[in-house]
């Protein structure tokens, strides 16, 4: 069964990458540049919300598939959880019987108790 990368890590990997290029967008953008008036700060904000809103779906994305995979987990671990507490009672209730069998044994009706 192949393994499957630590979603958490997966997640933060991303969030690092998505910080590291916002701050290298931000550096570029900090340049002095000429005004080219209303159009080109339209064309600008565009550009960077577009990104961020791009950036914000795929992490939402991320974060819902995260979701999903710890929900499936808690109901494996639940399913595993309820199979060992009967496998455990099953045990039990064998060794009581296998014990009281042996007291019967060792005390049968024309035998006095050993004691040891």
């Not at 890590?9 to 953008?29: K, P, T």
């Not at 600008?44 to 795929?58: K, M």
């Not at 060992?84 to 035998?111: C, F, Q, V, W």
């Amino acid at each position: 069964m192949a393994r499957v990368q630590e979603p958490r890590s997966e997640v933060n990997g991303n969030i690092s990458d998505i910080l590291h290029r916002a701050d290298a967008h931000l550096h570029r953008r900090s340049e002095p540049s000429a005004p080219d008036g209303p159009n080109q700060l339209n064309s600008t904000i565009q550009r960077v919300s577009g990104a961020s809103v791009a950036e914000t779906d795929g992490l939402t994305r991320e974060l819902q598939s995260l979701r999903d995979y710890l929900l499936r987990e808690g109901q494996r671990i639940q399913r595993e959880l309820t199979e060992y507490t009967r496998l455990n009672h099953g045990a039990l209730e064998s060794t009581r019987i296998i014990a009281e069998t042996l007291m019967k044994t060792r005390t049968g009706p024309d035998r006095a108790p050993r004691t040891q």
